[in-house]
């Protein structure tokens, strides 16, 4: 199966995947697309794999943008696509082409906390137990059809930097396991 994933940070969480598509997972990383300079483009680079950089900036408006970031994944040709720690909403263009394939990871338990702030939102809230997510991406900002989820205590003292790690433990995890098995079983249709 061939996977692009997108970023837009360090690429901590993306790494357990391409450590994974290095070795003897069912799937391979074929490409990796940010929309910024980031250090996860090193981190897939040094794996080999090929980057590009598809800044915002870079265009005339938002729906331009959408669409190139859509030409760039689409010369990859992906039988799926995941973003991991892509910090911007996916639009009509990226999902006429990729909808039904784009999965989303999110650290916490959807529809619980949706957002970019999932771990704040989820400590402010006072939950004992949050997690992650991996769903579909639809129009919606984390409103797709969930694959799949782990729960992680919230433990007294616990801030937000230290429950984000250990959500991203879990999150690193599911990522391998779940694309391992869509990689054998198909891409869901959502739970």
Known sequence: MRVVVLLSGAGSTAQAVFDAAAGDAPFTVVGVV???EAEGLQR???HGIATQVVAPHDHADR??????LAD???ALAPDVVL???FMRILGAAFLDRFGGRTLNAHPALLPSFPGAHGVRDALAHGVRVTGCTLHLVDAGVDTGPIVAQRAVEVLPGD?????????KERE???LVTELTRIATEGLPTGR
């Open 44 to 46: 897939a680079a040094a």
């Open 72 to 74: 760039a994944v689409d």
């Open 159 to 167: 801030d937000e930097a230290g429950l984000h790690e250990r959500i």
């Open 83 to 85: 973003s991991a720690g």
């Open 34 to 36: 940010a929309d910024r």
């Open 172 to 174: 690193r995890e599911m």
């Open 63 to 68: 729906a331009a943008w959408d669409a190139a």
